[in-house]
């Protein structure tokens, strides 16, 4: 699928170049950018599932439920580097640790901290998780991070530029983390028929 989609943006280049030399998008390529649409709108109710919950996991600031040991001196500098990375460099805030990671975070995610940094008119914050004892960007903070970097684009073509701007955004609904199923043996036995009794 990635494959297809790296040729189809090669191809929209190639187009757009052409474009721009005088020519015109070719009907085949027209016809799929068409199909990719009609698949699209096809998909909105599921888009707007995934776009309703990412919106509910949105990152910020959460006070419960509270980690029992909030946060050690040794996790206070991982963080505060980790932030640098990131965030302005400048006066850091971080929030207490909760416990309660959403599914959509893995297994192995443990607990969960927001740092804001502020300099100056700028404030940022970022949604780091716990997991394998180190501090990380969170898997719904990345998919954030990606869903906000998505811009407009400018070609010149009205719907070349909706083409590329709903691509973008769908392939980011397509990547969208999932919670793990429960496990196939409990889901087995759940389905398994009960013996008669005699």
């Not at 790296?6 to 950018?33: C, D, I, N, W």
């Not at 991070?145 to 070609?155: F, M, S």
Request: net charge positive; charged share 25%.
């Amino acid at each position: 699928m990635r494959i297809a989609w790296f040729f189809l943006a090669l191809v929209l280049a190639t187009g757009v170049h052409a474009q721009s030399a005088g020519s015109k998008m070719t009907p085949e390529l027209y016809r799929q950018m068409q199909d990719d649409m009609q698949y699209w709108d096809a998909q909105d109710a599921r888009y707007a599932a995934i776009e309703k919950r990412a919106k509910e996991l949105y990152p910020a600031r959460r006070n419960s439920p509270l980690r029992y040991l909030n946060i050690s001196d040794e996790e206070i500098r991982e963080v505060e580097t980790f932030a640098r990375k990131y965030l302005p460099d400048a006066y850091v805030n971080i929030s207490p640790v909760v416990d309660d990671c959403p599914c959509e975070e893995g297994p192995l995610c443990m607990s969960q901290v927001y740092v804001v940094a502020a300099a100056k008119d700028e404030t940022r914050g970022l949604q780091l998780s716990r997991v394998k004892n180190r501090w990380d960007i969170g898997v719904v903070q990345q998919w954030w991070l990606r869903r906000e970097a998505v811009v407009p684009q400018h070609t010149g073509n009205r719907f070349l530029d909706y083409y590329l701007m709903r691509k973008a955004v769908t392939e980011l609904y397509e990547e969208f983390p999932v919670c793990a199923a429960k496990s196939a043996p409990a889901k087995q036995a759940a389905n398994t028929p009960k013996p008669e009794k005699k």
